[in-house]
């Protein structure tokens, strides 16, 4: 906004000393016109400042969402209404998933304590306006990265928790082997995804059709496959494996094996506060380098002896430490002690150590023929 009303200060001063041009005006008279110009540009400045709403007041404020975190000492983070294995809430009404996790990495790298997180459950719909409010400090929960959201909607993914893609789910008794014998099928998809947005261009593009039966919430959309309300049920991969858990009877149904998007999942962010983007980045990035070097939650405290420069950096010995980004120097080591590495957490919410037994796959590392890979911590 500065950059524009600067411009717009400049054009309307521009404007009126051509318009004078050929009169003859006293030193006096043009300082006063220039003053005159000046107040009128001020006063405008603070009307379009007015209508801008929080965000250009917390710009002029000077104060970073890392500041307002610290001062109330706890993060608030926006989570899903419930998807298994990636923001859920458990018998005893503790929120637990790789999401959830994530959140949790970053109030240990910020406040030390990784409980230090309130979670507010957004449907698709919300979880958008939630984060461009202030609302939520930060969104995990199942989001796909697009062009759209990255830009249009003022919003920073500062990097991929979980690379999904969009499958269907039938019940057995169909008959149905492939997701190309689905033509004139009614299918159970949740509104406000990039989930409804695939559905249609892959029938489009099949030359099939479709009858779409539209749920608010995944939990309202699996309960309607349930229910028989549709014959296929349709979101990214890994959460039909997570929504097929709550079926009546999770032995009726059957995820066919076409995939037909990119569903890349991560953490967002408003824009506008890159030194809270870089935290949020690089919390993420911790976790995946720890991973590759083998720190884990169990051996953090004897690998603060390590001689590795990588480890030691890592886990802030050595290296930037908590310079840059403006928090504790012994963030990472905070992150991995209390929460665990990406391959710690991947197996305990989502893996073969959950209920959901997915199988790592592109979401190994780099060097294990998957495709996480983080930029170095030095």
């Not at 690379?163 to 789910?169: A, P």
């Not at 935290?279 to 001689?307: F, H, Q, R």
Request: aromatic share 8%; proline share 3%; charged share 20%.
């Amino acid at each position: 906004m500065t950059k524009k009303l600067s411009m717009l200060s400049l054009g309307i001063i521009t404007a009126f000393a051509l318009s004078g041009c050929g009169e003859q005006s006293s030193s006096d008279q043009s300082q006063k016109t220039i003053a005159d110009l000046n107040a009128k540009v001020a006063e405008l400045e603070a009307k379009l400042s007015n209508q801008s709403g929080g965000s250009a007041s917390v710009a002029s404020s000077g104060e970073s969402l890392l500041d307002k975190v610290l001062s109330k000492g706890e993060l608030t983070c926006g989570v899903s209404t419930g998807l298994p294995g990636f923001s859920n809430p458990n018998s005893k009404g503790e929120w637990e998933g790789i999401d959830v996790e994530f959140c949790q990495a970053v109030a240990a790298a910020v406040l030390g304590d990784k409980t230090k997180v309130k979670y507010v459950p957004l449907t698709a719909k919300e979880r958008f306006t939630a984060l461009q409010s202030g609302e939520i400090d930060i969104l995990s929960r199942n989001t796909t990265w697009t062009l759209h959201r990255d830009t249009a909607l003022g919003l920073n993914f500062a990097g991929v928790n979980y690379y999904d893609g969009q499958g269907f789910m039938v019940k057995k008794d169909l008959g149905v082997k492939s997701a190309k014998e689905l033509d004139g099928a009614s299918v159970c998809v949740q509104s406000g995804t990039t989930t409804e947005l695939n559905l249609a261009d892959y029938f489009r593009n099949t030359g099939m059709s479709y009858n779409p039966v539209v749920f608010d919430t995944a939990a309202q959309t699996s309960a309607g496959f349930d229910s028989g309300r549709c014959d296929v049920l349709t979101t990214d991969q890994s959460g039909l494996y997570a929504l097929r858990l709550n079926l009546k009877d999770p032995g009726s149904a059957a995820v066919l094996p076409e995939i037909i998007s990119k569903e890349p999942l991560g953490p967002v962010v408003r824009q506008g506060d890159d030194k809270w983007f870089n935290i949020v980045k690089w919390t993420l990035s911790a976790m995946v380098n720890a991973e590759e070097y083998g720190i884990t939650s169990k051996n953090a405290d004897d690998m603060l002896k390590s001689t590795d420069p990588n480890i030691k950096r890592i886990l802030g010995v050595d290296g930037p430490k908590g310079k840059g980004l403006g928090i504790r120097d012994d963030w990472g080591y905070q992150v991995i002690k209390q929460v665990g590495n990406y391959g710690e957490s991947f197996e305990r919410t989502v893996g073969t150590g959950s209920p959901l037994q997915i199988s790592r796959g592109v979401n190994a590392l780099w060097n294990e023929g998957g495709f996480m890979y983080a930029p170095p911590i030095r």
